[in-house]
């Protein structure tokens, strides 16, 4: 199967990329997120199976490009709880409190925001206890983390918030 020039030029860019350089935050992501949404169907399995042989800072790149309205991007970020690497992990739940519609500010602290959500998304995390609990899991091992659990917990009628 030959692959697009989309799939090879995501490839590219993911592998000369880091999640944390500022060419990466500032504008190469953006390159990122547009040739992802180029890929066809068949092109995104291949990428996303791909993506377990790749190197975290590929993976962190990857993760943080998916948007979960589509439903296999969604799945790929839930899937990446459960990466070898600590800064996937971050990246990937850090990504699906945004994208579940809670939010974090100097004011306000972590909040609810209804117009972040992705609402498939948000059923498909809250309704699945072993996605819930592997987020739990994650966030008690970070206090700016748990502030985001604390607030989900109450959205998702999941457990009390710890203290």
Request: with cysteine; net charge negative; charged share 30%.
């Given at each position: 199967?030959?692959?697009?020039?989309?799939?090879?030029?995501?490839?590219?860019?993911?592998?000369?990329?880091?999640?944390?350089?500022?060419?990466?935050?500032?504008?190469?992501?953006?390159?990122?997120?547009?040739?992802?949404?180029?890929?066809?169907?068949?092109?995104?399995a291949?990428?996303?199976?791909?993506?377990?042989?790749?190197?975290?800072?590929?993976?962190?790149?990857?993760?943080?490009?998916?948007?979960?309205?589509?439903?296999?991007?969604?799945?790929?970020?839930?899937g990446?709880?459960?990466?070898?690497?600590?800064?996937?992990?971050?990246?990937?739940l850090?990504?699906?409190?945004?994208?579940?519609?809670?939010?974090?500010?100097?004011?306000?602290?972590?909040?609810?925001?209804?117009?972040?959500r992705?609402?498939?998304?948000?059923?498909?995390?809250?309704?699945?206890?072993?996605?819930?609990?592997?987020?739990?899991?994650?966030?008690?091992?970070?206090?700016?983390?748990?502030?985001?659990?604390?607030?989900?917990?109450?959205?998702?009628?999941?457990?009390e918030?710890?203290?």
């Open positions: 199967m030959q692959q697009t020039n989309a799939v090879v030029e995501l490839d590219a860019l993911l592998t000369k990329s880091d999640p944390d350089s500022m060419d990466w935050c500032e504008y190469a992501y953006e390159d990122g997120e547009e040739l992802l949404s180029r890929l066809n169907a068949e092109d995104r291949v990428l996303f199976h791909s993506a377990k042989t790749k190197p975290a800072s590929w993976r962190g790149c990857l993760v943080s490009i998916l948007h979960p309205s589509k439903a296999d991007e969604g799945e790929v970020l839930i990446a709880l459960s990466d070898v690497d600590d800064n996937v992990v971050g990246e990937a850090d990504r699906i409190y945004f994208f579940c519609g809670f939010n974090c500010s100097a004011k306000k602290g972590v909040f609810e925001d209804a117009r972040i992705v609402a498939l998304f948000w059923d498909r995390v809250r309704l699945d206890q072993s996605v819930v609990e592997r987020i739990e899991q994650i966030s008690q091992k970070n206090s700016y983390l748990a502030a985001y659990w604390n607030v989900f917990s109450k959205a998702t009628g999941a457990r918030p710890r203290p």
